[in-house]
């Protein structure tokens, strides 16, 4: 990594490309499965888009398989709460895979107020020889039935069947901003801005409420949950991020009742730096647990920053993801870009972190180097096995050739949501409503 590693770049293939942009194709989440093969995707039309890896090609043993499209099903509807008077969008805002026990594959999917269970199968075999149906599937007049058959499974084309499992509806008064699979693969919980509620994944019809930050004045209430996440490891333990910049750690085996938190981790602001923007921009928008366990991530509007679960004073890691935006706060208020919320990612190894920015650049840091690279992810470096190049935002004074002012990045182009392969050094970037496909050039040199 870094801005003279083009040896080390990105070959990428591109997925997904509309050329009439509609607001219902626009990706609301990707999220790979626990081995990698398959990559989900959520859009604002309430589709979800399965990706599969193809298998290694037998002509070419060395190169990597790519994703194609496996599946395509509608998960939500728009809906209209009548008590309310509100309309209920249909937009995806999380999706989480489940872990794998048999042959297939389960996901949970949510809008703003259902949660859904989803089954994903393949079939390709089929019974005949039915004792009591004919081939057209009628059943038959039974005084026409003189002998017993023994139903056979016939070959078929490969078939994927996506069916609606569960539905855990009623569970939220507010938005559903996150949800997470427990490690012990049994339940699983769902934050809004005021409640963080658990679920068994068997039981649809009742939920218990872990955290309930809302006053019992509305007029108190002074900050919101942002996001979620359960540890990876201790099924006891999970971490919710608030709008005032503060992580807290909660342990299950305290209280029923996780409002009194186990650990609360927050950076003392600097009064020096203090403005009227300051409150906005330490909004955390995600946190994500680093897959050994022992640091959390979490991205605000400027910084990502990694926390020990150690140590609650200051993180021990910061890295500026678009610093040179400080001086443009006014304007990005303004425009409302300033509330945008940014997801953040862990390599497999816990080595490199990843996350969004905007003009569709997205930022990698090296956590050992303390190097960092800006990539871009664009319709006209899109070709296949294109390398990409490292740019560069300046602020003014002397530019490079291929460097961008910051007075002409494109605010209308942002990479909110992005996702890493829990293995390899595959990335899947969600720029508005294509989706890329980015992998190390030396993860496929390995071999």
């Known amino acids: 990594m870094g801005e003279d590693a083009d040896a080390r770049g990105m070959k990428h293939g591109f997925l997904r490309n509309h050329n009439d942009v509609t607001e219902a194709d626009i990706i609301s989440t990707a999220e790979f499965n626990h081995t990698g093969d398959l990559l989900a995707t959520g859009d ?256 605000d509007y400027l910084t990502v920053k990694v926390w020990d679960l150690n140590m609650e004073t200051r993180p021990v890691e910061t890295y500026q993801v678009h610093d040179y935006l400080r001086s443009k706060l006014c304007s990005l208020y303004e425009n409302d870009c300033i509330f945008d919320k940014f997801e953040c990612a862990w390599n497999g190894s816990d080595s490199v972190i990843m996350t969004g920015a905007y003009n569709n650049f997205f930022r990698m840091f090296d956590r050992s180097t303390k190097r960092d690279v800006t990539l871009e992810a664009s319709r006209e470096s899109s070709k296949p096995r294109a390398v990409l190049k490292p740019r560069r935002v300046c602020r003014g004074g002397k530019r490079r050739k291929d460097d961008i002012s910051v007075d002409s990045l494109d605010f209308t182009k942002k990479i909110l949501h992005t996702a890493w392969h829990p293995a390899e050094n595959i990335i899947a970037i969600a720029a508005t409503n294509n989706l890329y496909i980015f992998q190390d050039k030396m993860n496929s040199d390995m071999h």
């Open 44 to 299: 604002k039309g309430g589709r979800v888009v399965i990706f599969q890896r193809e298998p290694e090609s037998k002509n070419e043993p060395y190169s990597q398989g790519e994703y194609n499209v496996y599946s395509t099903f509608q998960s939500h509807e728009p809906e209209f709460d009548y008590l309310k008077s509100l309309e209920i969008e249909e937009k995806i805002n999380k999706i989480k895979w489940l872990p794998k026990h048999n042959a297939a594959h389960a996901l949970l999917s949510t809008n703003d107020k259902t949660i859904k269970l989803w089954k994903i199968a393949e079939r390709d075999k089929r019974p005949e020889g039915y004792n009591l149906k004919d081939e057209e599937g009628k059943l038959k007049d039974l005084s026409t039935v003189t002998s017993l058959q023994v139903p056979v499974l016939k070959p078929m084309d490969l078939m994927v069947e996506v069916s609606p499992r569960r539905i855990f509806a009623n569970g939220h008064t507010y938005h559903i901003n996150s949800i997470s699979v427990n490690s012990d693969c049994e339940t699983y919980m769902s934050a809004d801005d005021l409640r963080i509620n658990l679920w068994h994944l068997a039981i649809t019809d009742r939920s218990f409420n872990i955290v309930d930050i809302k006053p019992a004045n509305m007029e108190d209430l002074t900050e919101v949950i942002t996001a979620s996440e359960f540890h990876p490891h201790h099924c006891n333990l999970f971490v919710y991020s608030s709008s005032k910049g503060s992580l807290r750690l909660c342990d299950m085996r305290a209280s029923a009742l996780c409002d009194k938190h186990s650990k609360l981790y927050e950076e003392p602001e600097d009064p020096s730096s203090r403005s009227f923007f300051s409150e906005i921009i330490s909004s955390v928008s995600d946190v994500k647990f680093s897959h050994n366990g022992r640091y959390m991530l979490a991205r």
